[in-house]
């Protein structure tokens, strides 16, 4: 503790959140830190009071599952995901779990459940996200949702953690962009079918 108040780590102690988090709020106004001549941040502890009163972070944290398929012909595969995660939840005593189960694409976050639930972790509501692979989160980007539940102490846990060779883990990538382009090529196809066929009539 400084003479003044709390350093950041005593204030995110005493928040039950991580530094970075304090810090990230600092800059973007949500909870303004006061600066030492030496600009070093720190904290009153009257007014981390008043912020815990005024917000909810009193509040029990969830703990999430997140199940994804990308087609409706995948549905039997969600069950399969969901059921997989409460098997390993009641195996490791994880008790009070919401399930969140989606149908789209996993190579861009144009998900609104999954945007939803990306909120809540950056809210700071979450305080486990679990799911089967690392893929059901996203294709792409995986590095930067762990990233964020790290700062928002949020455990990430991946039931599945067999990992690839870099070899692997590239024709998949690879295969997924491929995949997705034959889609948008074959849609495009169809679409100019559509208008050649409105002209003639």
């Keep these: 503790m400084t003479t003044l108040g709390l ?22 106004g949500v909870l303004p830190a006061h600066r030492t001549k030496t600009n070093r941040r720190y904290w009153v502890k009257l007014e981390l009071e008043g912020f815990l009163g005024k917000t909810s972070f009193n509040a029990p944290r969830k703990t999430l599952a997140y199940c994804r398929v990308s087609s409706q012909a995948q549905r039997p595969d969600l069950k399969n995901q969901r059921k997989l995660v409460e098997n390993f939840c009641v195996a490791s005593g994880r008790s009070d779990v919401e399930y969140i189960e989606e149908i789209g694409g996993g190579l861009n976050f ?38 964020l539940c790290s700062t928002k102490n949020t455990k990430l846990t991946v039931i599945n953690v067999e990992s690839l060779s870099p070899e692997q883990e590239m024709v998949q990538d690879l295969m997924t962009i491929v995949h997705c382009f034959s889609s948008r090529l074959y849609g495009l196809r169809n679409y100019k079918k559509a208008i050649k066929e409105a002209l003639k009539s």
């Design 7 to 28: 350093t950041t780590g005593q204030a995110a102690k005493y928040l039950g959140r991580h530094p970075k988090t304090l810090q990230l709020w600092d800059r973007t």
């Design 110 to 147: 144009n998900r609104p459940k999954f945007l939803t639930l990306v909120d809540s972790v950056q809210n700071g509501e979450i305080s486990e996200l679990i799911v089967v692979h690392k893929d059901r989160l996203s294709r792409f980007g995986f590095e930067l949702l762990e990233h």
